[in-house]
């Protein structure tokens, strides 16, 4: 089976990040997955589709678009940017098209509702990556419920060896965007006292426009803690093997790829409760959710996990055994090609 994955760019983000992960399985699997970016050529991640030795292709124009689904069994498209196009692209040709929704909002606009009739006489499938998110959307189309089904993300293998330290560090993965909150992490951070401030260090793995207003924030309110702002960092080995607690501060989420990769390396994860996060952190398991945006709950719960051995381990332990239960992309891979099928 030929597949085309369609993303809008190839700048990092957990749902490119994925696509990159999915194809390099279903290659291993026997199948022949290529990849498709609406974004400009040197984009950061196209080093990773090197990597993998996968099979790249760039446009946007519908002509050079219909070129190039015609070569393949399913096109499988993975943004919004990107899906009107691939629509107009696919019409007429034998070709099934899949789209995944990879967060948790519902387009509801006039615009989107226009999409959407289309999508209803060309999908062959709608996937949501958490239960929760196909819900949500069913209550605004459910003209599309026969198409539409829940395919769980997952990560390839990771290492699961930690380098040493007396510090319990903390990571935050993901673009320095308004929806991601880091600013919530930091104030937490700044309410725990002193004494354990310094037992402990911050590292954020990400960029975008909101990083410089962050680095500002820790300096004026937990200038006590060792803070380290990582930049995009394409080796996950390096980000969690460095990396003993994950905390997610984002106000949606659709299945978390930072949360998966935590689950795939053995680290426990403190998150908001929102989208698909309670369907991979399940409370005094394999880590904590607390309500987003609530401050002193974030920081009860990190103070909870300083010196905590025994609990930070049974907790670790429970985040792989869950990995490989439910989310090792092999799982994912056998998944999609039901959905295909």
Known sequence: MK??????SLNVGGAERFVIDLAAEQNKQGQHATILSMGSKGEPLESEIKRFGLGLFHGTKIKILRSYLSLFDVVHV??????????LASLMLPVKVVYTRHNERVHNSFK????????????????FVAEKARKN?????????????TVLNGVLPMTQNKTNS??????????????????ILIEAIAKIPLKLQEKLSLSFF???????????LANELIPNVEVNFKGFVTNRDEIYGESDLLVVTSETEGLSLAILE????????IASNVGGN???IHHQVNGLLYSYGDIKELAEQIKSLIDNKIIYQEYSMQCIDIFKESFSMAICAENYQKTYL
């Open 78 to 87: 993975h943004s919004s940017y990107s899906l009107l196009r691939v629509l």
């Open 262 to 269: 935590a689950l795939a390396s053995g680290t426990p994860t």
């Open 206 to 216: 990400g960029t975008g426009d909101l990083l410089a207003h962050n680095q500002k």
């Open 3 to 8: 597949i085309l994955h369609v993303v809008s």
């Open 278 to 280: 309670p369907e991979l």
């Open 166 to 183: 007396d510090k319990l560090r903390i990571a935050h993965v993901g673009r320095f965007v308004r929806l991601k909150a880091q600013h």
């Open 112 to 127: 989107w509702r226009l999409i959407y009739q289309l999508a209803r006489f060309r999908l062959h499938k709608m996937v």
């Open 137 to 149: 959307y069913l209550a605004f189309y459910p003209s599309l419920e026969k198409k539409s089904c």
